[in-house]
Nanobody, 120 residues
Framework: VQLQASGGGLVQPGGSLRLSCAAY????????MGWLRQAPGKRREWVSG????????SYADSVKGRFTISRDNAKNTLYLQMDNLKPEDTAVYLC??????????????RGQGTLVTVSS
């Protein structure tokens, strides 16, 4: 299993970024996926999850209404559209694979992250 996140960068407050996570080595369409983030000096925080079919999604309260998770099973890719970014969204963002088709529950793989910096 390999998960490769990309799309991070420097953005001004109020701006947008779209993160991608390319998945390799497993049947992507059969598993729930999610995004986590870790800010400097802070605990890792769950951000969002999506089930295998892309129908059921969930968000942390801190990002609800600003972030949108999606997936393209034909391209084995997970996405996170981030709008109205705030300085407190600055973190390394990581994607992870669920051990089932659901977005919740145990996870068994996590990729290296991509850094998002929100600053003026």
């Amino acid at each position: 299993v390999q998960l490769q996140a990309s799309g991070g960068g420097l953005v001004q407050p109020g701006g947008s970024l779209r993160l991608s996570c390319a998945a390799y080595g497993f049947d992507f369409s059969n598993y729930g996926m999610g995004w986590l983030r870790q800010a400097p000096g802070k605990r890792r925080e769950w951000v969002s999850g999506i089930n295998s079919g892309g129908i059921v999604v969930s968000y942390a309260d801190s990002v609800k209404g600003r972030f949108t998770i999606s997936r393209d099973n034909a391209k084995n890719t997970l996405y996170l559209q981030m709008d109205n970014l705030k300085p407190e969204d600055t973190a390394v963002y990581l994607c992870e694979k669920s051990s089932t088709s659901a977005w919740y529950g145990a996870t068994d793989s996590r990729g290296q992250g991509t850094l998002v910096t929100v600053s003026s």
